[in-house]
């Protein structure tokens, strides 16, 4: 089966803190997704990489960065943690022409 | 712009009995495919099922199925003989893009949580 690890399962930091939320996928997928997921609001593209060293923007980048120097880790970086980006933060893979996404447990961020 | 609309921000179902949940989407791409993700209160996204616009038939998996009316531009997911652990949120999406596309990004919906009774 594949797996979507995600390094944490609760975090907490503080406003202006540097937050880094990591990705691993276990079955060579070259599209890997961040999402961000809010009460009433769904689930929200914030950027997505299909291949090593290539970022695209989603829906919402404002405030975020990611990185994906290995094919298998996908990190998502804010720069400096705010409050409105307190959040469920979920992240998925798919294989380069499969249509299903895998999807991690997801990090639930507050930020204090 | 593409779009999934989710209408029932909320649903409760007697226990073995059959539950719609409704997606309408919004797409002027010929292409595209559409899915439903469960997601239980564990917060791991489960996926369902998937149609692709040019599927002839309504997609089936098990308990589940998906009613595609493509004129309505609809597509509403069937759960019958509810269970106890079907109590979860159901998310609606869809594939932006042609088919077998790069990047596969999806669009959710705002979700349905479905409470089942006993």
């Known amino acids: 089966d594949v797996k979507v690890t995600q390094s944490s399962r609760y975090l907490v930091k503080r406003t202006g803190e540097k937050v880094f939320l990591e990705c691993v996928q276990d079955?060579?997928?070259?599209?890997m997704f961040w999402y961000r997921q809010d009460p009433g609001l769904g689930l929200r593209l914030i950027y997505f990489?299909?291949?090593?060293?290539?970022?695209e923007k989603g829906d919402i980048p404002e405030g975020y960065s990611v990185s994906r120097e290995k094919k298998e880790r996908f990190s998502l970086i804010l720069e400096s943690a705010s409050t409105n980006q307190t959040s469920m933060y979920l992240c998925?893979?798919?294989?380069?022409?499969?249509?299903?996404?895998?999807f991690g447990s997801g990090t639930q961020l507050s930020v204090l | 712009a593409q779009k999934i609309t989710q209408t029932q921000p909320g649903m409760f179902v007697q226990e073995k009995e059959a539950v719609t949940l409704d997606c309408t989407y919004d797409t002027s791409d010929p292409s595209y495919g559409l899915f439903w993700y469960k997601q239980p209160s564990s917060g791991e996204m489960i996926f369902l099922i998937y149609?692709?616009?040019?599927?002839?038939q309504n997609a089936t998996e098990g308990r589940y199925s998906l009613n595609f009316q493509k004129a309505r531009k609809s597509a509403n997911l069937v759960i019958s003989a509810s269970q106890l652990g079907d109590s979860a949120m159901y998310f609606c999406a869809m594939r932006e893009g042609g088919y077998g596309g790069a990047t596969n990004k999806l669009i959710f919906g705002t979700g349905t949580l479905l409470a089942v009774q006993p």
């Open positions: 079955m060579d997928h070259e599209n």
């Open positions: 990489s299909y291949d090593v060293k290539m970022k």
């Open positions: 149609q692709g616009s040019y599927d002839q």
């Open positions: 998925a893979s798919s294989p380069h022409r499969n249509e299903k996404l895998f």
